[in-house]
């Protein structure tokens, strides 16, 4: 078990943020054998990589706002994403010239094309299953270096679970659709990927995802108000049916009994209200 704090975005870099996660997991009754890492320190190896595909022709500059893709494209349904249409995959060198007067350009992956074979990414999900996407039509060329400089997630996340000899992602199911791509980067960069195994979602009643900018309840308000660590987990494990109404387990158990098929029997996300009526 790794753990990795991914905080190369300047505006979630927090290092008090990072030791209130690590203190969280620590309440929770997980532990790692690895880390923790700090992407922010790692920056020398993402740039590595993408040097490495530049060199290869993979790498092109992109010009195009937010808006302009937003403005050209409807977003994928899974996740939010925009496909993107090609707009700056051919520019001509006098044409990056001229736009780079204006703009600092971000750097975008060049995928096959949607006839070519080694652009269909086929994996067996461990919660969801045989999944099958072709790059140029689901995501189409996507980012590896934002405009500002900082390095994509694909990218850092692939490059981090490569020499790090991951070789198991398990994470929420929003994230199953990145799991192509970096699959793909995994390949280009001559490695084997990881397997995946995706989960459903704690979610507020309404379907949204929890988030620190909505003020949705956070594992430290409920600390305060008297809710145990075995008592998340036993709740958690009763979402799946691996424990009875009201019972409460530790981390420990909850690993004992776990099990994949529970997963795929269970795939709906569970809305906070129903999270916490598991236990009446």
């Not at 990589?49 to 893709?69: D, M, Q």
């Not at 080694?118 to 994996?123: A, K, V």
């Not at 991951?166 to 960069?189: C, K, M, P, T």
Request: charged fraction near 30%.
């Amino acid at each position: 078990m790794v753990l990795r704090i991914e905080d190369l975005d300047p505006r979630a870099k927090n290092a008090e943020r990072a030791r209130l996660v690590i203190e969280d997991l620590k309440w929770l009754g997980l532990d790692w054998d690895e880390g923790p890492y700090y992407q922010s320190e790692r920056i020398d190896a993402y740039n590595d990589a993408l040097e490495k595909l530049a060199e290869r022709g993979l790498v092109y500059p992109c010009f195009c706002t937010r808006s302009e893709l937003h403005a050209a494209s409807a977003p994928h349904a899974s996740d939010g994403t925009y496909v993107y249409g090609g707009t700056c995959r051919n520019l001509t060198s006098r044409e990056i010239a001229e736009k780079s007067l204006s703009r600092q350009p971000a750097a975008r992956l060049r995928v096959p094309e949607a006839d070519d074979p080694s652009g269909m990414i086929c994996f067996d999900d461990l919660g969801y299953g045989r999944r099958r996407e072709v790059l140029a039509q689901d995501c189409g060329d996507f980012l590896v270096r934002r405009s500002d400089g900082v390095i994509a997630y694909q990218l850092a996340v692939a490059v981090d679970d490569c020499l790090m000899g991951v070789n198991q992602v398990v994470r929420g199911r929003d994230l199953l659709s990145s799991s192509a791509r970096q699959i793909y980067l995994a390949r280009l960069l001559g490695f084997d990927p990881p397997h995946y195994g995706h989960v459903p979602l704690l979610v507020a009643s309404d379907g949204r995802r929890l988030a620190k900018r909505d003020r949705d309840m956070n594992l430290g308000e409920l600390q305060e108000v008297g809710i145990r660590p075995e008592d998340i987990i036993g709740r958690m494990a009763q979402a799946l049916d691996l424990a009875g109404r009201g019972e409460a387990i530790n981390a420990a158990e909850f690993a004992r009994r776990f099990s994949w098929q529970a997963i795929r029997d269970h795939r709906n996300d569970v809305t906070v209200d129903e999270f916490f009526s598991f236990s009446r």
